[in-house]
């Protein structure tokens, strides 16, 4: 039997999906986060490695990771240690337990928020109204500061309620409320250093602006292969008030060049909260000069030259980014503060798993009792089934973090699905006077004025609860649309052939 148009849309979409949510069945442990100036990191051990063997012995998960490095440090003696990720191998010595944080190997590129894995959340607002790119300012110098806390598992984001109020989500994966708190509510400070004279601190203090978005003092200048591939250079231009100006002018006139005569030999360290995240040359030219423009220089690399690209123009905003706004510029008040058991979130997620397609069989034996039709059966649970990959494979794609809500969204679309598969059986079997086609455009209709309807109740809720329910709200939307435009039609091409 030939397959119709429709029928190779779902099946072409079906396929995306699975490559989007990549199953994996690797075993090991995963590098979430690593101290830095421990001895594993200076060996090469990097956040995302996954962790094959250690001392020999095979690592499987989490549990073979403790049992191993816990029996290897009863005495408290120094230890070599020997570790075998997917890329390396890393030896280093040291009389303590390695200083990394570890996880599961995900099994796929499907990512589930805090509700599902655990740690802590805080819903936080500023002490005063600021406006959307103020927020964004906030969202963006609040997320250096965890990556300098050591932290890899955050999201930050901006959101908003339905009165305009501005807050900021934060999500910290493996802490507690109380660590959470802890770090927010400090405030933090920006300082950039020549040896250890501070020069200028971040801020409207002693920065007056930063060039962003202007290619004629912001951008990519070259780039070029480097060894294992290759490397890209940026600069912008930040604008120093006239005391700093002055300051950074006494301080570089008593400095000499290094040994390319190009820049000097001390460079500008940035800090924030007292720990170095960056560190930027100063070229000949600055020496003494009480300048109140500085170009800043970087770099960024890549496997390729859009990988290089990109991480040039990344490393350029988070740059522009913490010169332009240094420490927090507001106090924060954290309005929610929660907790969520990671023990809880698995069971859950197998729970409802389990729940999810009990359901859809069920409904598909109703189906046929009711309707007395094992290929209609057989269609609906397909197109069930296909809705729930395709719902997963879009989530994957977009990389959202399905948590509760999401959930909560998924269950619903599959809900309404059967709902909507319904009125297409009812309306394929009604008054023969009608074409089979007649009979299934006119269930299209009611299904699209449904979708419709759907979608408007749904874009206020996005932003309803301060952003709190945006799962709830995306998974849904990207459910009913997917059915629309995608698995209703090809359901209502199965029963076309079935009733034809």
């Known amino acids: 039997m030939k397959i119709g148009f429709r029928l190779w849309v779902l099946i072409i979409v079906l396929a995306l999906s699975i490559l989007a949510i990549s199953p ?44 191993v490095v816990n029996d290897l440090f009863t005495d408290g003696k120094e230890k070599r ?79 908003s309620d339905l009165s305009g109020d501005s807050f900021m989500l934060v999500e910290v994966a493996g ?23 501070t020069v200028f601190e971040g801020g409207n203090k002693d920065i007056s602006d930063v060039c962003r978005n202007d290619a004629t003092c912001s951008g990519i200048r070259e780039c070029f292969a480097a ?40 460079s500008l360290y940035l800090y924030v909260d007292g720990t170095e995240v960056d560190s930027l040359l100063i070229g000949s030219s600055l020496r003494g000069q009480a300048t109140t423009e500085i170009q800043i ?28 706004t240094g420490s927090l510029p507001y106090k924060l008040e ?25 359901a859809i069989v069920v409904v598909s034996l109703v189906i046929f009792v009711r309707y007395r039709r094992i290929k209609a059966s057989l269609a609906l649970l397909l197109t069930s089934f296909s809705e729930l990959i395709i719902i997963l494979g879009v989530a994957a794609m977009i990389r959202w973090n399905l948590d509760l809500p999401s959930i909560a969204g998924i269950l619903a679309t599959i ?3 059967v709902d909507q598969q319904i009125i297409i059986l009812d309306e394929a079997g009604r008054s023969k006077q009608l074409s089979i086609k007649e009979r299934i455009k006119r269930a299209s209709g009611i299904i699209l004025s449904a979708y419709l309807t759907l979608v408007a109740a749904m874009i206020p809720l996005y932003w309803a609860g301060a952003g709190l329910f945006k799962g709830f709200a995306l998974t849904t939307i990207i459910g009913v649309t997917a059915g629309v435009l995608i698995t209703r039609p090809a359901f209502a091409e199965m029963i076309r052939r079935v009733e034809g």
């Open 334 to 358: 954290i309005v929610k503060l929660d907790t969520i058991s990671p023990v809880l979130g698995q069971e859950f997620i197998h729970s409802i798993l389990i729940a999810a397609v009990s």
């Open 81 to 159: 240690i020997d570790i075998v990720t997917e890329e390396n191998s890393i030896t280093f010595l040291t009389n303590q337990t390695p200083q990394i944080t570890v996880s599961e190997v995900p099994n796929s590129k499907i990512q589930t928020g805090l509700d599902l894995r655990g740690g802590a959340r805080a819903l936080v607002k500023p002490d005063v109204p600021i406006t959307d790119d103020q927020l964004q300012d906030l969202v963006a110098i609040s997320r250096n500061r965890f990556n300098v806390y050591g932290l890899s598992d955050v999201n930050i984001k901006g959101v």
């Open 297 to 324: 220089q970087g770099s960024g690399t890549g496997a390729t030259r859009e990988d290089a690209i990109k991480d040039a123009r990344a490393n350029m905003n988070r740059l522009q980014t913490i010169l332009l």
């Open 24 to 67: 994996s069945f690797k075993t090991g442990v995963l590098v979430t986060s690593i101290e830095k100036n421990s001895s594993s990191f200076e060996a090469g051990l990097r956040q995302g490695e996954v962790i094959k063997q250690i001392n020999g012995k095979e690592i499987m998960g989490v549990e073979d990771y403790s049992t």
């Open 175 to 197: 802490a507690t409320p109380k660590d959470l708190e802890q770090l927010i509510s400090q405030q933090g400070k920006f300082e950039a250093k020549v040896g250890n004279i």
């Open 227 to 266: 060894q294992g591939g290759y490397a890209c250079n940026f600069a912008f231009v930040i604008y120093l008030r006239e005391e700093a100006a002055q300051k950074h002018a006494n301080i570089t006139s008593q400095l000499s060049l290094d040994d390319t005569g190009k820049y000097l030999n001390e």
């Open 415 to 417: 809900g309404t699905g």
